[in-house]
């Protein structure tokens, strides 16, 4: 076996492509980024490729692993279902990115994974590291009993007055004076707002459109809202509109978050397998 570096994002997404494709749910993000980088968008923020870390073990020619890494974000992994774990592909992905200079803050991958590779780079590294359980879902079809409150749209940018502190809301942050972000967000046309008698009330994305799952996110419901089934509903609407589409839902939950648990449950959405989200720290 032997690790690879890439700095061209359409060799990396022509190797790893089939090895992601094996669990398109546990890789929608990772997917979804790649689409994202090979596609013709202006190359700045984030999109700029040139700044990703993009790498794989291969054995015998065939990627049997891969990894992602975007700036100031986790690390994405994904290895063969069918390769032997025993092989020391979590060692050579550590000690590959170690090599190059490349420092790991986290790794987001499903939970066997995330632990293996976690495992190999605190040893090589000599870090500790911190785990958040999550659970992946998915969808084929909204449960009878479910009938969403409100209407569905897409975000407009007169909702700028408040989708900027709902999004930081979302993500414990600060708003940020970058409005142009928040604006180019609105004109993805994949942002979405439940109103309620024509009141913005909830909000939620779809991350992801691929060959046959649609990934949503983003769920936010503002406070001064929240107990009156609108998470559930805009969740309830999003997941109508997918498989309208002829998609099938997926998303994760934190599973700390039980009443969103059971509002993903409630919906129709069935666990696939537990994810993880690790950050690693320097030890004192």
Not at 76 to 96: C, H, I, M, T
Not at 199 to 219: A, F, H, T, W, Y
């Amino acid at each position: 076996m032997n690790f690879e570096l890439y700095e061209n994002t359409g060799a990396f997404n022509k190797d790893v492509y089939g090895l992601l494709m094996e669990n398109e749910a546990a890789n929608m993000m990772f997917l979804g980024d790649l689409a994202v980088g090979i596609s013709e968008e202006k190359a700045d923020g984030w999109r700029d490729t040139s700044k990703w870390v993009m790498a794989a073990v291969k054995d015998k020619g065939r990627a049997v692993a891969a990894t992602l890494i975007i700036p100031g974000d986790n690390l994405q992994l994904y290895v063969s279902e069918d390769f032997n774990r025993g092989n020391p592909v979590f060692e050579l992905l550590a000690k590959g990115l170690g090599n190059a200079g490349v420092f790991v803050k986290g790794v987001h991958a499903k939970a066997d994974l995330a632990e293996g590779f976690a495992g190999a780079y605190a040893s090589y590294t000599k870090f500790s590291y911190k785990k958040k359980s999550e659970c992946l879902y998915t969808l084929n079809s909204i449960s009878p009993d479910i009938s969403p409150i409100g209407s569905l749209r897409l975000a407009r940018e007169e909702d700028m007055a408040f989708i900027p502190y709902w999004w930081e809301a979302f993500f414990e942050s600060l708003v940020s004076d970058d409005f142009e972000g928040y604006k180019r967000m609105i004109s993805a046309k994949n942002l979405y707002i439940l109103e309620d008698k024509g009141i913005p009330v909830s909000m939620g994305r779809i991350d992801q459109r691929l060959e046959n799952i649609c990934g949503l996110g983003l769920i936010y419901t503002p406070p001064y809202f929240r107990n009156r089934g609108y998470g559930s509903s805009v969740t309830a609407h999003l997941s109508k509109l997918c498989l309208g589409q002829g998609y099938t839902c997926a998303l994760i939950a934190d599973l700390a978050n039980s009443i969103s648990n059971r509002i993903y449950q409630k919906i129709g959405y069935k666990p696939v397998c537990d994810m993880l989200e690790i950050k690693f720290e320097k030890q004192i």
